[in-house]
């Protein structure tokens, strides 16, 4: 069982930049494959990056390639999702996900993923 708690989100004006946290309970962080999904009012949940049980690999949606970087910390159970020159569409609710396939082979698939967090508000004005 992993419980995941998000952190970081709130209001930021286009151009900002925003650090979300995903802190994991467990002993075996690492043997997990992590994932960060958004979901805006009215719309579906969407990928928006994932990262290997080893950090070896990163995924990212075409739409925030270049601005956002995502990171892990095993050693403190720890994911960063840095999020720069954030755009009005960023506006969503931002959810840490864990996959008990430390490759997450199907990244961009919200059914890879075995664990979420409660979501974080993540809020761009124009």
């Known amino acids: 069982q992993v419980q995941l708690v998000e952190s970081g989100g709130g209001l930021v004006q286009a151009g900002g930049s925003l650090r979300l946290s995903c802190a994991a309970s467990g002993r075996t962080f690492s043997s997990y494959g992590m994932g960060w999904f958004r979901q805006a009012p009215g719309k579906e949940r969407e990928f928006v990056s994932a990262?290997?049980?080893?950090?070896?690999?990163?995924y990212y949606a075409d739409s925030v390639k270049g601005r956002f970087t995502l990171s892990r910390d095993n050693a403190k159970n720890m994911v960063y999702l840095y999020m720069d020159n954030l755009k009005p569409e960023d506006t969503a609710v931002y959810y840490c996900?864990?996959?008990?396939?430390?490759?997450?082979?199907?990244?961009?698939?919200?059914?890879?993923?075995?664990?979420w967090g409660q979501g974080t508000q993540v809020t761009v004005s124009s």
């Open positions: 996900a864990a996959s008990s396939d430390r490759l997450v082979r199907n990244y961009y698939n919200a059914i890879q993923y075995d664990y």
């Open positions: 990262i290997t049980g080893s950090a070896g690999f990163r």
